[in-house]
Structure formats: structure tokens, C-alpha cells
């Protein structure tokens, strides 16, 4: 039974082979080792207003991945974004005044968490809140700020600033 | 005009009847897989006649697509100064669509004809008929090895065509047009979920290899015995099973990825 | 059913009674009688198109019959639960007109297949098995060559092997002569009784060669539209007063069974314009 051998060794390998590309795009293509990453702790933050941030964006400190977004809501009471983060377990020691911040990554990339670190000697526990955080940049909100600085601008000078407060 | 509307009333009678068939040899069959647990010998026979068999055919075509996809993605993502991304649109357009769904077609007509015609000749020159006579079921001892056979192969070759068409994907954009390669690497793994996009594709593709391989196998045994009958039920195959392919993809994309 | 399957059943193996069978609207068997003794070839006899294949596929539960009862060594095949419908096909071998073959298997694994199918055997023993039918049919020697590389002869003394591998008690024979040189022809007529009474086997031989058949039935079947016209040895057959049996064993063409397919007539074929071609 020679045949049947090479048949059979054959099929092994072509099983290896399918069996193997998925773990290749499980661990190369895919964020199959991110998701390990998020074994850690999580803080709560809350935003006025998170423009584009979606769940499982990063969580960084100094540019480092230190985490993922876990869940989007709104809080029922403050009408806020509550944004819970899990940050992993080997960064146990941040402060309880670190500041998080939604920032974008170039001017049309994805959106992700940036967090500053305080100077307070006690550490974030799970479950805590983030107290100090800055809302995403609406673009809109930027340009109508600026256009109604420049309007207000131009109007000061016309009037020369008779009605100011 | 009434013999018109006749014809039309005979031809849904018949397929409907065709629907009813088909699935009732489907319970059948499916109640014959338990016993391939002690045959394990004929199943790996049909993974090496419909898996192995296609792998060339499935790793050519996969390379192919993925470097064509590298191609078009970067000549529009470039125009948004976006060419960075071109991994993540690569890797997610094969991993969701192109992957299970391409490998399923050319499943269909490398492994899927292979199979009717077989199943069809044997029934036209009597083998079916005499196994029964043997007292071995041919819907046991044929179909069911058949059916599981392909149930494995596909994901197993869907799996293959993905990551072969990344790699080609890969070396079109980095290599060939110069983007850089840790970007495509980590925007990749950045945006690719593996629970989301390589399971749901994977789940795709046993669906597929499962309705691709049962309309093969129903198409043998069902056809008419004769060489035009056989050649027929092997169009059919090809016809019914990539319809079927596509069809399903639609509606599976809509469950997955609200 | 289980109080009448004692004292006929040592002396008949196949009863048909009053079999009714039929294809969309075409009635192919309309009360078939047919008793066939233990130990006996019986031949069924009867033009291209009376359905006698049918009758082998209803006898071995392939096709289920309209009306009427088929009893095999006193058990009524289609009563029969799945399991035991092929327990009993392991009892009744079959002879296909082709052969039926596995083409992707030589004469050896063809032969060995039903084997491996029921038994555990080891392969020493399946392998003696194997090689002593095959020297049955004198085939032996070709063991090792595909289905493909075989005359048509040959590929049935290797079927007739094969529906042999597990000592049944019954085997069928449909149409076993046809599209046969004289001497496979020979051969095969020789094997079917040979085997018959050296391993007490019952025969059934589908055929509508008359001459062939004769020379080795006990008892001759004549089926015509749907009814048994005559049963008896070959002998009583020739000496029939019967219209009927006089052309078919004489093979005269014209006589109660028409030269002619029943249709309109010539002259109104050739002058009206609904005949035949006028579809095309």
C-alpha cells in the first residue's frame, strides 16, 4: 500500500498547510496579538464629545500602545461620552491625575486615546475615573471658531471696539 | 399563451420537486456521517481529490488577485495620499470577500464538476445500482466521504488563497510601487480584527464548501444516466453551486458585518 | 406474515405473487406468478422491453412494486426495514448487463470490495477468497488489470466474481449473454450452471437468447404485456401450443407480437402532414 501512504502523506500536508495560512493570518494579518495585549485593567473616562473614536482604538502613552478602547456609551446622567479603556496589566503604575485626550492620527486618520500622566504618587485601580479629559477636535467646531474669531476681529476694529464688555 | 403558462406551471412543479429531493438526500446523507468515524481512510481520499488536487489552481489564482488588489488599491488610495492603508484594504477584501468567496467559485469548477461527473457516470453505468445490490449504501459509501471531503477542503484552501493573495498583495506594494512595508504590516494588524474578519470568513467558507459540495454530489446522483445527462448535471453544478455561492455571500455579509 | 414462512419456504426461495408494476402511465408487469425452487436455474424469458430487468431490480427491493408480494427465503422484501433489506441483499448477488464495475478498482480490489464492505477479514484471507473466485471464472491471472484493459467477456466473468464473494444464495443474471462472441458466450452459459450446482446455488437468468437459455434453465419463464404466458422446462416450452411462444422461441418476425410499432398507417403517414418528422 505505497500509493496510499503518498496519498495520505499528501493530504497531511495540505491540512498543515491551510491549518498553518490561518495561523499566519491570525498572527500576522489580523490583531490576534493585540487582543492578548488587552488582558489588563479598566479606567473609565468621560469626553463631552469624542468625534470619530470607535471601539478597540488605541490607547496610547507617549505614542506607545499601551491599550485598546473596551466599550462606548453615554452616561445617563451627565449626557457625556463614557469611555471605558483597558490598559494592560505592565502599566499598573499610572497616576491618579493622568489626563486622557482624543487626538487624530494625521489630519484624516483614525482617532485614538492619548494619556498624560500627573505627578500624584497613587496609582489608577480598575474601575477608577479618568478626571481630566479634552474632547475630541471637531473640525466644523475648530473652523466656526475660527471664522467667528476673524469675523470678530474685523467687527472690533470697525467700531473700534465701542461695545466690548 | 395557456401553453405557455402550462410549461411554465411544469418547470416550477419540477424544480420545486428538485428542492424537495435535494434535501431529502441531504438528511439521508448527513445520517451516514457518524459511520465515516470508523472509515476515516475514504474521507482523506476525497480531501486529496478535492482539496489537494486544487491547491495549485486556488494558490495561483489567490497570488493573482492579491496583486492585482495591490495594484488598483494603491492607484486610488494614492490619490488621497492614503497608500499606507493599502494593507489593511488588501487583507480585509480578501479575508472577507475575496478569499472564501473566489476560492468557492474555483472550487466549484475544479473540485465540484469533478465530482457530478463521477457520481454521474458511475450511476449511468450501473456501479451505483450494483453497490446497492452489494448491500453497501452508495449514499454511505459515496457521498457522505464526499461531502465532509469537501466541507474540509475549502476553508482549508479558502485559507491558503487568502494569505497567498496578502503576500501577493504585499509584494506588488511594497516591492514593486514602494510603500513602506512596516506600514502595511502594522495599519494591517491595526484594522484586521481576527474574530471579526478571518472567523467570519472562515465560517463562509465551510457554508460555501458545504453547499458547493452537496449541490455536487446531488447533481451526480440526480442527473439523468446517460453522457448527456451526466454533462448536463455537471453544467448545473458549476451554474447552480456558484449562483448559490454568490447569493449566500450577500446574505451572510449582512448578518456578519452590520 | 411470520405464520405462513414455514413449510413452503424449504422448497421455493423466490415467490412472486400477483405483482403489479408500472412507469408513469406505462403498466409494465399487470399480475406476474413466479415460484422459483431452491437449487434450480429459472430463466426469465420475453422481448426487449417487457420489463424483465424491472423484475430483477423489484426482486432485489430496488423498486417497490404497485400490488402484489415479493417473498425471498419466505421474507417479503418490501416489508423490510432498511437494515434488513440489506442484510438480505448480502444473501443475492447480481450480474449487471454491463457489469457495473468500479472502474477506478481492478479485478482484484472489484472483487475484494463487498469483502471489505461486510467482513473483517484479515487481507491474507480476503486475498485467498478473492483469488479462489476469481479461479472460479478463470480470471485469476488477471487480477491486477483495471476494468477498462478488460473484453466485455471478461468484465462479466469478473462481475460474476464479484456477486459471488459472499456466497450468496440467490445471484441474478440480467441478460448475461448479450453482445457476447460465441465462445464468452460459451464460457458464461458453462459458469452459470457449473456454479449453480457446485455451490448449491439458486439462479435467475434474464435473457431473451433462446437458444443459450435453454441449454441451461430447469424452468423457463415467458413474460409478454405485463403476465406470465408460460412456465415450464424448456422442453414443455418447445412442445407449447401457444401462438406467442412459437415466434419468440422461433424467432419468426411477425406474429402476435407485430413487425410493426404500433402507429397510423403508412398511407397516412406518407400523405397527411401530422405524422412523423412533423415535430422537427
Same mark, same amino acid.
Given at each position: 500500500m ?28 489580523s ?13 473609565i ?10 471601539v478597540?482604538a ?8 499601551v ?53 500624584m ?20 467646531q ?24 | 399563451?395557456?401553453?405557455w ?5 411544469e ?7 428538485r ?12 445520517l ?12 482523506i ?19 493573482f488577485?492579491g ?8 492607484n ?8 499606507q492603508?493599502?494593507?489593511?484594504l ?27 461527473a ?8 450501473e ?6 445490490m ?16 469537501g ?6 484552501l ?11 498583495g504585499y ?26 474578519d478571518v ?7 465551510l ?16 442527473c439523468?444516466?446517460t ?15 456558484s449562483?448559490a ?14 | ?12 426461495v ?19 406468478n ?15 422491453g417487457?420489463?424483465?430487468? #424491472? +423484475?430483477? $431490480?423489484?426482486?432485489g427491493? *430496488? =423498486? /417497490?412494486?404497485?400490488? !402484489?408480494?415479493?417473498?425471498?427465503? @419466505?421474507v417479503?422484501v418490501? #416489508? +423490510?426495514? $432498511?437494515r434488513?433489506?440489506? *442484510? =438480505? /441483499?448480502?444473501?443475492? !448477488?447480481?450480474?449487471?448487463?454491463? @457489469?457495473?464495475?468500479?472502474?477506478? +478498482?481492478n ?17 491474507a484471507?480476503?486475498r ?15 487480477h ?5 484493459e ?57 435473457s ?18 405485463g ?6 422446462s ?8 401457444s ?15 407485430p ?22
Amino acid at each position: 500500500m505505497q500509493n496510499s501512504r503518498l496519498l495520505e502523506t499528501g493530504v497531511g500536508l495540505f491540512v498543515l498547510l491551510g491549518l498553518g495560512a490561518l495561523l499566519i493570518l491570525a498572527l500576522k494579518v489580523s490583531n490576534i496579538s493585540a487582543f492578548q495585549q488587552t488582558q489588563g485593567y479598566d479606567v473609565i473616562a468621560q469626553f463631552q464629545n469624542i468625534g470619530g473614536l470607535k471601539v478597540r482604538a488605541p490607547v496610547t502613552l507617549a505614542g506607545v500602545p499601551v491599550g485598546r478602547v473596551e466599550n462606548i456609551a453615554v452616561d445617563p446622567k451627565t449626557f457625556e461620552a463614557r469611555v471605558v479603556l483597558t490598559i494592560s496589566d505592565k502599566y499598573a503604575n499610572l497616576p491618579q491625575d493622568t489626563s486622557a485626550s482624543i487626538y487624530t492620527a494625521g489630519l484624516l486618520g483614525e482617532q485614538y486615546i492619548g494619556l498624560q500622566p500627573g505627578g500624584m504618587d497613587e496609582v489608577l485601580k480598575p474601575g477608577d475615573e479618568i478626571m481630566l479629559t479634552q474632547s475630541a477636535v471637531v473640525l466644523e467646531q475648530l473652523i466656526g471658531q475660527f471664522l467667528y474669531s476673524t469675523a470678530a476681529g474685523t467687527s472690533k476694529s470697525n467700531t473700534d471696539g465701542g461695545q466690548e464688555p | 399563451m395557456i401553453e405557455w403558462l402550462r410549461l411554465f406551471g411544469e418547470q416550477t412543479l419540477a424544480a420545486t420537486a428538485r428542492l424537495g429531493r435535494g434535501h431529502m438526500f441531504l438528511l439521508r446523507v448527513l445520517l451516514g456521517l457518524p459511520g465515516l468515524l470508523r472509515r476515516p481512510g475514504l474521507v482523506i481520499n476525497q480531501i486529496y481529490a478535492t482539496g489537494v488536487l486544487s491547491l495549485l489552481i486556488i494558490a495561483v489564482s489567490g497570488l493573482f488577485v492579491g496583486m492585482v488588489l495591490g495594484l488598483q488599491g494603491y492607484n486610488t488610495l494614492v490619490s488621497f495620499g492614503a497608500e499606507q492603508s493599502l494593507g489593511v484594504l488588501v487583507a480585509l477584501s480578501l479575508t472577507r470577500e475575496l478569499g472564501p468567496v473566489v476560492s468557492a467559485l474555483l472550487f466549484s469548477g475544479r473540485a465540484g464538476s469533478a465530482l457530478t461527473a463521477e457520481i454521474g457516470l458511475m450511476k449511468a453505468t450501473e456501479q451505483l445500482s450494483g453497490m446497492e445490490m452489494m448491500a453497501v449504501d452508495p449514499e454511505r459509501r459515496i457521498v457522505a466521504p464526499r461531502l465532509l471531503g469537501g466541507m474540509i477542503a475549502l476553508p482549508l484552501l479558502a485559507a491558503i488563497f487568502t494569505l497567498v493573495g496578502v503576500f501577493g498583495g504585499y509584494f506588488v506594494g511594497t516591492v514593486l510601487l514602494g510603500v513602506d512595508s512596516g506600514a502595511f504590516w502594522s495599519q494591517m494588524q491595526a484594522q484586521v480584527s481576527f474574530t471579526e474578519d478571518v472567523v467570519n470568513g472562515v465560517i463562509k467558507s465551510l457554508v460555501f464548501g458545504f453547499v458547493v459540495t452537496w449541490t455536487a454530489v446531488f447533481e451526480g446522483v440526480d442527473c439523468t444516466p446517460t453522457s448527456e445527462g451526466v454533462s448536463r448535471a455537471t453544467t448545473r453544478t458549476v451554474v447552480h453551486s456558484s449562483l448559490a455561492v454568490l447569493g449566500l455571500d450577500f446574505i451572510l455579509t449582512a448578518l456578519m458585518f452590520d | 406474515m411470520a405464520t405462513d414462512t414455514g413449510g413452503r419456504t424449504n422448497d421455493c426461495v423466490v415467490e412472486i405473487e400477483n405483482l403489479h408494476f408500472s412507469r408513469g402511465t406505462r403498466q409494465i408487469f399487470a399480475g406476474v406468478n413466479i415460484s422459483i425452487r431452491r437449487g434450480e436455474v429459472a430463466a426469465i424469458m420475453g422481448p426487449s422491453g417487457t420489463g424483465k430487468t #424491472t +423484475l430483477l $431490480r423489484l426482486i432485489g427491493g *430496488q =423498486l /417497490r412494486p404497485d400490488a !402484489g408480494r415479493i417473498r425471498i427465503d @419466505g421474507v417479503d422484501v418490501h #416489508t +423490510l426495514k $432498511r437494515r434488513a433489506l440489506y *442484510q =438480505l /441483499r448480502k444473501r443475492m !448477488g447480481m450480474l449487471f448487463q454491463s @457489469g457495473a464495475l468500479f472502474t477506478h +478498482l481492478n479485478c482484484f480490489e472489484n472483487v475484494a470490495f463487498p469483502l471489505r464492505e461486510h467482513t473483517r477479514l484479515s487481507q491474507a484471507l480476503i486475498r485467498h477468497l478473492v483469488l479462489i473466485k476469481l479461479e472460479a471464472v478463470g480470471l485469476r491471472g488477471a487480477h491486477a488489470l483495471y476494468p477498462a484493459e478488460l473484453s466485455g467477456g471478461m468484465a462479466r466473468r469478473v462481475a460474476l466474481a464479484r456477486a459471488l464473494a459472499l456466497d450468496p444464495m440467490v445471484v441474478m443474471y440480467d441478460e448475461p449473454f448479450s453482445g457476447q462472441d460465441p465462445i464468452s458466450m460459451g464460457i458464461l452459459v458453462r459458469l452459470i450452471r457449473l456454479l449453480n450446482d457446485a455451490l448449491g446455488l439458486t439462479s435467475i437468468v434474464v435473457s431473451h437468447d433462446v437458444a443459450e437459455t435453454a441449454e441451461i434453465a430447469d424452468r423457463v419463464h415467458v413474460i409478454s404485456a405485463g403476465k406470465v404466458v408460460e412456465s415450464g422446462s424448456p422442453q414443455a416450452l418447445r412442445a407449447s401450443s401457444s401462438e406467442w411462444v412459437q415466434q419468440f422461441l422461433n424467432a419468426l418476425p411477425d406474429g402476435p407480437v407485430p413487425f410493426h410499432y404500433p402507429g397510423p398507417s403508412l398511407e397516412e403517414d406518407l400523405l397527411g402532414h401530422r405524422g412523423a418528422g412533423a415535430a422537427l
